[in-house]
């Protein structure tokens, strides 16, 4: 008796390893905080931009709004009195 064998070969849909988690507004708010940011008034999350837009305080106390990156947390631009410090 004799058997044939045949080996396929079968195309899957690759996982994409490049998938990255949204940051959580508690975990956003702790990671600025150990930055020195505090008295958050206003944290604002657009997915469109893909950025988190918050009001806060600095180190220096001057009230800044800040662009975070939503997946990296990444400081994108901080801005203090109408002026652009980053």
Known sequence: ?????????????PIDTSVVEMLSVPSAMKQLES?????????????????????????????????MDLYTGAILHEQANNAEIQ
């Not at 044939?4 to 849909?13: E, G, I, K, R, W």
């Open 35 to 67: 930055n020195g940011y505090y008295d958050f008034r206003m944290i604002k999350v657009e997915r469109k931009h893909n950025e988190i837009v918050i009001k806060a305080r600095n180190k220096a106390g001057e009230a800044v709004e800040l662009e």
């Open 1 to 13: 008796m004799c058997c044939l064998l045949q080996s396929y070969v079968v195309n899957a849909d």
